[in-house]
């Protein structure tokens, strides 16, 4: 079976440096300060790659990086946050190179744990060499590496047993004598003319699950705009949840234009329910907390929204009433019928937020309950922050989303369901969900999935999402940890 070596940065990404990912590190990992230093001293790295002294700069990256950051804290961000930036920045000629091959072996120059988890989930590598992070008997990293030319080429040749590998992809200027080991070597850029045997490999593995606050690479340009903006952003996010909370959902489209924010509405919002009618289930794509509260100020009155894990502070915080669901499916769908009854409500079935263009399976207890189904498709795009997260307190999640300079929302009002299409003439709750889920991924252009709620948190946080009590130190510590992008150094 043919083999092939390959590097990951200038070869396999089409960005030689780097310097963003430590920043994403940085940030994620530890807090805003230690993001603000790497920022710092970026000068100082540049000059010492000029200088040729690249070794010393990655040096300087790591240990700014990682030191004092607990080891698992690096893995969580290596799992849910750098996947969506490398495959961003994949160099798709080089990937499909990459994939014609059997065996495949990815080395980097940045610490292994950063990258092991997207080279083998992704791109399916078979190996990743790269540098050693040095933990403490604490599990802290120290910041420092174990890492040398000599150790990378003693390791690919134990890997291929002793063999040369058919081919070596990476740049004539590497400093990797393991090129020279192949039998072959390619240098970018890379044609898209190269023949494939294997068609089925010619895209990876998509990231469908992320998390992470912000929303572009932290090229040091864009950094330097990030922290510049941060101060305006609280400062105008504290105005706009106070305008939300004040002024009436009639008036929101409207003040909401002279803060930056915007709600794109397209198809026809249906009317009002008679009264001692029951109400329209309005069925939403999940893609925010902000979902409901954007629905009701579409269409100008404070319409219930059914909710699981959102904070208590978001709860506060809402201008809707929301009705917490418990997850178990006769309290669940007493709950439904009883708010059904009073009027009009919202549910996202995918039971939590995806931020890429895939829709997670729609939970089908929503179908058993009503045949008056509106399906609604949400989208939104911000320039900064992410207003979801999975490893963090979900109370900032309103607080980063309105930091973001101009926040847009899309509202697609779909027809409401026949009756034909609904479990009253016979048609199975599963069945109509599916419909329900392809016909708002077709709308948004998306892509459904079978992916659960349980599926996200476990490629994100390590759990299956479910919500549980917590002691008061456990809640404490969910308000302070959101705050270490802060605080924390």
């Given at each position: 079976?043919?083999?092939?070596?390959?590097?990951l940065?200038?070869?396999?990404?089409?960005?030689?440096?780097?310097?963003?990912?430590?920043?994403?590190v940085?940030?994620?990992?530890?807090?805003?300060?230690?993001?603000?230093?790497?920022?710092l001293?970026?000068?100082?790295?540049?000059?010492?790659?000029?200088?040729?002294?690249?070794?010393?700069?990655?040096?300087?990256?790591?240990?700014v990086?990682?030191?004092?950051v607990?080891?698992?804290?690096?893995?969580?961000?290596?799992?849910?946050?750098?996947?969506?930036f490398?495959?961003?920045?994949?160099?798709m000629?080089?990937?499909?190179?990459?994939s014609?091959?059997g065996?495949?072996?990815?080395?980097?120059?940045?610490?292994?744990?950063?990258?092991e988890?997207?080279a083998?989930e992704?791109?399916?590598?078979?190996?990743?060499?790269?540098?050693?992070?040095?933990?403490?008997?604490?599990?802290?990293?120290?910041g420092?590496?174990?890492?040398?030319n000599?150790?990378?080429?003693?390791?690919?040749?134990?890997?291929?047993?002793?063999?040369?590998?058919?081919?070596?992809?990476?740049?004539?200027?590497?400093?990797?004598?393991v090129?020279?080991?192949c039998?072959?070597?390619l240098?970018?850029?890379?044609?898209?003319?190269?023949?494939?045997?294997n068609?089925?490999?010619?895209y990876?593995?998509?990231?469908?699950?992320h998390?992470?606050?912000?929303?572009?690479?932290?090229t040091?340009?864009?950094?330097?705009l990030?922290?510049?903006?941060?101060?305006f952003?609280?400062?105008?996010?504290?105005?706009?949840?106070?305008?939300?909370?004040i002024?009436?959902l009639q008036?929101?489209?409207?003040?909401?234009?002279?803060?930056g924010?915007?709600?794109?509405?397209?198809?026809?919002?249906?009317?009002?329910?008679?009264?001692?009618?029951?109400g329209?289930?309005?069925?939403?794509?999940?893609?925010?907390?902000?979902?409901?509260?954007?629905?009701?100020?579409?269409l100008?009155?404070?319409?219930?929204?059914?909710?699981y894990?959102?904070?208590?502070?978001s709860?506060?915080?809402?201008?809707?009433?929301t009705?917490?669901?418990?997850r178990?499916?006769?309290?669940?769908?007493q709950?439904?019928?009883?708010e059904?009854?009073?009027?009009?409500?919202?549910v996202?079935?995918?039971?939590?937020?995806?931020?890429?263009?895939?829709?997670?399976?729609?939970?089908?207890?929503?179908a058993?309950?009503t045949?008056r189904?509106?399906p609604v498709?949400m989208?939104?795009?911000?320039?900064f922050?992410?207003?979801?997260?999975?490893?963090?307190w979900?109370?900032?999640?309103?607080?980063?989303?309105?930091m973001?300079?101009r926040?847009?929302y899309?509202?697609?009002?779909?027809?409401?369901?026949?009756?034909?299409?609904t479990?009253?003439?016979?048609?199975?709750?599963y069945?109509?969900?599916?419909?329900?889920?392809?016909?708002?991924?077709?709308?948004?252009?998306?892509?459904?999935?079978?992916?659960?709620?349980?599926d996200?948190?476990?490629?994100?946080?390590?759990?299956?999402?479910?919500?549980?009590?917590?002691?008061?130190?456990?809640?404490?510590?969910?308000?302070?940890?959101?705050?270490?992008?802060f605080?924390?150094?």
């Open positions: 079976m043919a083999s092939v070596f390959s590097e940065e200038g070869t396999l990404l089409n960005d030689p440096d780097p310097f963003s990912y430590f920043m994403l940085a940030f994620e990992a530890s807090g805003l300060v230690r993001f603000a230093l790497l920022l001293l970026w000068p100082v790295i540049r000059l010492l790659n000029a200088l040729g002294k690249e070794d010393a700069g990655l040096k300087v990256m790591t240990f990086a990682t030191a004092a607990p080891e698992s804290e690096i893995r969580s961000v290596a799992r849910a946050v750098l996947p969506k490398y495959m961003d920045d994949l160099n000629n080089a990937w499909r190179v990459l014609s091959h065996k495949r072996v990815v080395v980097t120059k940045t610490p292994r744990v950063m990258v988890r997207f083998k992704h791109l399916q590598a078979d190996e990743v060499i790269g540098s050693e992070l040095i933990v403490n008997r604490f599990g802290y990293a120290t420092f590496i174990k890492n040398d000599k150790r990378v080429a003693d390791h690919v040749k134990k890997f291929f047993d002793g063999e040369q590998p058919a081919l070596g992809l990476g740049r004539p200027s590497s400093s990797h004598s090129l020279s080991l039998k072959e070597e240098h970018p850029p890379f044609t898209s003319l190269q023949k494939h045997d068609q089925h490999h010619l990876p593995h998509p990231v469908i699950f998390d992470g606050r912000l929303v572009k690479r932290p040091p340009s864009t950094a330097l990030i922290l510049l903006w941060m101060p952003g609280v400062i105008l996010a504290i105005i706009r949840i106070t305008i939300g909370i002024f009436p008036m929101m489209p409207h003040v909401s234009r002279l803060f924010g915007k709600i794109i509405v397209k198809g026809k919002p249906p009317r009002s329910p008679s009264a001692g009618g029951t329209l289930l309005f069925v939403c794509t999940h893609r925010t907390l902000m979902d409901p509260v954007v629905l009701s100020t579409v100008g009155r404070r319409i219930p929204a059914l909710t894990s959102i904070s208590r502070l709860e506060i915080l809402s201008p809707i009433p009705v917490r669901l418990t178990v499916r006769e309290v669940d769908a709950k439904i019928k009883q059904l009854s009073k009027g009009d409500l919202i996202c079935p995918e039971g939590t937020t995806c931020r890429e263009p895939f829709l997670l399976r729609f939970s089908p207890l929503f058993e309950l045949d189904i509106v498709a989208n939104y795009r911000v320039g922050f992410h207003a979801t997260t999975a490893r963090s979900k109370g900032m999640d309103p607080i980063f989303f309105f973001n300079p926040p847009v899309e509202v697609t009002f779909l027809n409401q369901l026949p009756v034909e299409a479990c009253s003439a016979g048609k199975s709750p069945d109509v969900a599916n419909y329900v889920q392809r016909i708002l991924a077709a709308t948004l252009g998306f892509e459904c999935t079978n992916f659960t709620r349980k996200k948190y476990r490629v994100l946080a390590g759990n299956d999402g479910t919500a549980s009590y917590t002691s008061l130190l456990d809640q404490i510590k969910k308000v302070v940890s959101p705050l270490k992008p605080i924390q150094f």
